[in-house]
């Protein structure tokens, strides 16, 4: 015997057809999504008072990004480049030794992790204080160092994954590149949509994707990022350059035509703990 209740819902069953139905449940579950989404997101607050540079933090806020040359001065870059060098193999993917390292043959592209082994990138990144203040400042006291890498992508012949245009992470993602090489057009320079950590209407459809049907959400697609218009801005810049962006923001790697592009990588989330993080 079905209590009154019971009847109703049965009979809700019955009436809609399976595809309502699993629209009706995925609708339900994106909304409890949104109350997720919010709660993580209410807890992040930022503070333009704490930003050593305001210009940085604006600019971020702003374009999802900014470029700052000479970060480093030619000095340091020199010194930075002949500590990096000095690792046996590291210049074509290759090391064996006891820090963390992963080559990605098929992209052409190898991280290092920056330890006090590398004492020079150790204080450029890890012990860089400025950028620990910068990255609190946008994204709240809960905003932290996750990882340090030294990335070389080494192999014109390849394309790496990171070619089609995606966002990072539905929280918190901040990166820094500090660039050990000249990147200009040939030397794979990352293309940012400026603006796009902000103002992309299918988010909320993606971000609900990347968190419970990751891989059908993987890759990306110029297609239905084109028809959004954001300007795209390649992140050139010489040797000593630093260039911060909210990983949020649509952003895509470029194919390497020559020479080497080697970074020192940092990245900041809310969420993760330290360790060896590669892309
Ligand atoms: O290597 C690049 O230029 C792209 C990097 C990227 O997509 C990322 O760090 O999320």
New binding site residues.
């Given amino acids: 015997m079905l209590t009154g209740a019971r009847r109703v819902v049965s009979g809700a069953r019955r009436f809609f057809a399976p595809e309502a139905r699993a629209k009706r449940l995925l609708d339900r579950s994106m909304r409890i999504f949104d109350g997720i989404y919010a709660e993580y997101w209410r807890a992040i607050v930022p503070d333009r008072d704490l930003a050593p540079d305001k210009a940085q933090f604006d600019a971020v806020r702003r374009d999802g990004f900014c470029i700052i040359p000479n970060y480093v001065d030619a000095a340091t870059v020199a010194a930075l480049r002949a500590e990096i060098e000095a690792v046996p193999g590291f210049a074509t993917g290759r090391y064996d030794g006891p820090v963390s390292f992963r080559n990605f043959p098929h992209d052409g592209i190898c991280g290092l992790q920056i330890t006090e082994a590398l004492p020079i990138a150790h204080r450029l990144v890890v012990q860089n204080d400025e950028m620990h203040r910068l990255a609190r400042a946008l994204f709240g006291a809960e905003c932290h160092l996750t990882g340090a890498t030294v990335l070389n992508?080494y192999d014109p012949e390849r394309i790496?994954s990171?070619a089609a245009p995606?966002w990072?992470d539905w929280r918190v993602r901040l990166?820094s590149f500090l660039y050990v090489t000249d990147v200009g057009p040939d030397n794979?320079p990352?293309l940012y949509l400026r603006g796009s950590h902000e103002r992309v209407p299918w988010r909320r459809e993606k971000d609900y994707a990347s968190r419970f049907l990751p891989t059908a959400s993987a890759g990306g697609s110029w297609y239905t990022v084109e028809p959004l218009q954001f300007e795209k801005v390649s992140f050139l810049g010489a040797a000593g350059t630093l260039v911060i962006f909210d990983?949020r923001g649509l952003?895509?790697?470029?194919q390497l035509k020559s020479g080497r592009r080697i970074m020192l990588?940092s990245m900041y989330t809310t969420h993760l703990p330290y360790g060896f993080r590669p892309?």
Avoid at 251 to 254: K, S
């Fill in positions: 992508k790496d990171s995606h990072d990166k794979a990352t990983a952003h895509a790697g470029t990588m892309y």
